[in-house]
T-cell receptor, first 114, second 114 residues
Framework: AQKITQTQPGMFVQEKEAVTLDCTYD???????LFWYKQPSSGEMIFLIY??????QNATEGRYSLNFQKARKSANLVISASQLGDSAMYFC???????????FGAGTILRVKS | KAGVTQTPRYLIKTRGQQVTLSCSPI?????VSWYQQTPGQGLQFLFE???????NKGNFPGRFSGRQFSNSRSEMNVSTLELGDSALYLC?????????????FGQGTRLTVV
């Protein structure tokens, strides 16, 4: 069975600094996809970035990058130049090989300090 | 381009009642997935619909059901509501089913059962 582990319940970061949110996964499928979402207090899940298991390069989307280490089964999210608006819950999720079902981690609350 | 629209945003129901939630996916998206989010269990997959057919189902009792219409709009129904059904219900839309690289969520419907 697939599993996502986010070991950091909460993180603090100073405004304008970079922060790394950890995510490890477990699957026996050779083909899978990894997602990161941001959930502000309003509840909406905002798609940030995607990494496919066969992608050779780490995914990047603006200030977000995904540090994909396949052998270690980790998919850490790096947010550069943190902003106050980045304060939210962040979820790592994995898609299984043959469907759209996402398995989510428990999430990490990020607080950006001014 | 309009995003994923979920209605209503908030609902208060009494134990034993039934409820119907609606999700309109992004135009052109044919896959709709539903998730339940609670503080105790986190985000859990309910089911996925694609082209009016249920493609995948999570581990929820039969009181939870859904359907998809020809215009890709989806509804989920919960019958005989229990206190434990209080949750944020999120739907996600994708262009297709199977190995998607994007899944966009709506703002959710917050259901409170009293």
């Amino acid at each position: 069975a697939q599993k996502i582990t986010q070991t950091q319940p909460g993180m603090f970061v100073q405004e304008k600094e970079a922060v790394t949110l950890d995510c490890t996964y477990d699957t026996s499928d050779p083909s899978y996809g990894l997602f990161w979402y941001k959930q502000p207090s309003s509840g909406e899940m905002i798609f940030l970035i995607y990494q496919g298991s066969y992608d050779q390069q780490n995914a990047t989307e603006g200030r977000y990058s995904l540090n994909f280490q396949k052998a270690r089964k980790s998919a850490n999210l790096v947010i550069s130049a943190s902003q106050l608006g980045d304060s939210a819950m962040y979820f790592c999720a994995m898609r299984e090989a043959n469907g759209n079902k996402l398995v989510f981690g428990a999430g990490t609350i990020l607080r950006v300090k001014s | 381009k309009a995003g994923v629209t979920q209605t209503p945003r908030y609902l208060i129901k009494t134990r034993g009642q039934q409820v119907t939630l609606s999700c309109s996916p992004i135009s052109g998206h044919r896959s709709v997935s539903w998730y339940q989010q609670t503080p105790g269990q986190g985000l859990q997959f309910l089911f996925e619909y694609f082209s009016e057919t249920q493609r995948n189902k999570g581990n929820f009792p039969g009181r939870f059901s859904g359907r998809q219409f020809s215009n890709s709009r989806s509804e989920m129904n919960v019958s005989t509501l229990e206190l434990g059904d209080s949750a944020l219900y999120l739907c996600a839309s994708s262009t297709r089913t199977g190995e998607v690289t994007e899944a966009f969520f709506g703002q959710g419907t917050r259901l409170t059962v009293v």
